[in-house]
């Protein structure tokens, strides 16, 4: 099946510092990308959708400039946390959808910000 | 943000008894979609529904589309320990073609 390598698994800042994560689609070309964030027993909350090459939309309430969302290629998606802040520690998760219009999703990135 | 609910947000079983859950949408839905999330995992996708009172089977799992189209259900028979996990029902939400996702159900197996 469809791979997407989300980059890095964990990470640990701190507060003030960015942090960027990366979403690839490994073997599909991945039109549309998207950005979630997960809390502990949550559900997903779609963050913002990415296109390649055109700007991310964003969902209501996510801050855009915040969370930087680029998508240079149809195989790269990146999510930078900017000047991150406690609150913002959560587990960030990516997914990319090609031709077949399947969802598919990367591993997460757990973001603890001190 | 935009959530479809699910009930119930919880679910304990003994190992071999049955699981359902239930997803419900105020709106007409193009298709649905059910993912499973292991603890400490990422979602995987486990089907999509798109008629109008479509029932698929994969092994212990049933899954239904309500005749209206706002409603879904992922039923499984004789639970295992391998089926604990998060299960989501998704639904598209809007011209974006975004996947917006349930409030999940857990199940928790006992063995």
């Known amino acids: 099946g469809a791979v997407v390598s989300q980059h890095p698994s964990w990470v640990i800042c701190k507060s003030g510092t960015s942090v960027k994560i990366e979403c690839r689609s490994l073997?599909?070309?991945?039109?549309?990308m998207f950005w979630y964030r997960q809390f502990p027993k949550k559900s997903l909350m779609l963050m913002a959708t990415?296109?390649?090459?055109?700007?991310?939309?964003?969902e209501q309430g996510v801050e855009k400039d915040k969370f930087l969302i680029n998508h240079a290629s149809l195989t790269l998606s990146t999510l930078t946390v900017t000047s991150a802040h406690p609150e913002d520690s959560s587990f960030y998760i990516c997914?990319?959808?090609?031709?077949?219009?399947?969802?598919?999703f990367g591993s997460g990135t757990q973001l603890s910000v001190l | 943000g935009q959530q479809v609910m699910q009930i119930p947000q919880y679910q304990h079983v003994q190992e071999g008894e049955d699981f359902t859950t239930y997803c419900n949408s105020s709106?007409?839905?193009?298709?649905i979609q059910w993912y499973k999330q292991r603890p400490g995992g990422h979602p995987v996708f486990l089907i999509q529904?798109?008629?109008?009172?479509e029932v698929k089977k994969q092994k212990r799992l049933t899954f239904q589309f309500g005749e209206a189209k706002k409603n879904s259900s992922l039923h499984i028979t004789a639970t295992q320990t391998t089926d604990v996990g998060t299960y989501f029902c998704?639904?598209?939400?809007?011209?974006?073609?975004?996947?917006?996702f349930g409030t999940g159900t857990l199940l928790a197996v006992q063995p």
């Open positions: 998704a639904e598209p939400g809007g011209a974006t073609n975004k996947l917006i």
């Open positions: 529904l798109v008629k109008s009172g």
């Open positions: 997914s990319a959808r090609g031709a077949t219009k399947k969802l598919f």
């Open positions: 709106t007409t839905l193009s298709n």
């Open positions: 073997d599909f070309q991945a039109t549309t």
């Open positions: 990415s296109n390649e090459g055109s700007k991310a939309t964003y």
